[in-house]
C-alpha cells in the first residue's frame, strides 16, 4: 500500500520529473507525452507505509503553517496601509 501524499510528492520531486522526461516522447515542450507502460518501468522508492503516513502528516502540517502565514501577511500588510493612511491623514 502506498499513501497518495507521499506518492504526490514523489512525483513533484526534481529526479522523477526528470527520469519522466526522459521517458516521455513528443517534441512539444509542455505537452509531451508518456505511456503507462513506461510509467510503470521507473524504479521508485516505496519506505515503509508507516514513514509514508509520517510524511504526509508533516507535509500536511507545513502546507496549514503556510497558509496560516499567508493569512498572516494578508493582515500585517491591511494593518501597515491602515497606520500609513492614518499618518498621511494627520490622525496620528
Do not use: C, Y
Not at 67 to 88: G, N, P
Amino acid at each position: 500500500a502506498v499513501e497518495p501524499l507521499f506518492v504526490w510528492w514523489l512525483f513533484r520531486s526534481a529526479r522523477m520529473r526528470r527520469e519522466l522526461g526522459r521517458l516521455a516522447t513528443g517534441t512539444g515542450g509542455s505537452m509531451k507525452n508518456i505511456s503507462k507502460s513506461k510509467v510503470m518501468t521507473l524504479e521508485v522508492p516505496v519506505p515503509p507505509l508507516s514513514l509514508q503516513e509520517e510524511f504526509a502528516q508533516r507535509v500536511t502540517e507545513i502546507r496549514n503553517l503556510e497558509e496560516q502565514q499567508a493569512a498572516s501577511r494578508v493582515r500585517l500588510d491591511a494593518v501597515f496601509r491602515s497606520t500609513l493612511h492614518q499618518a498621511f491623514s494627520g490622525k496620528l
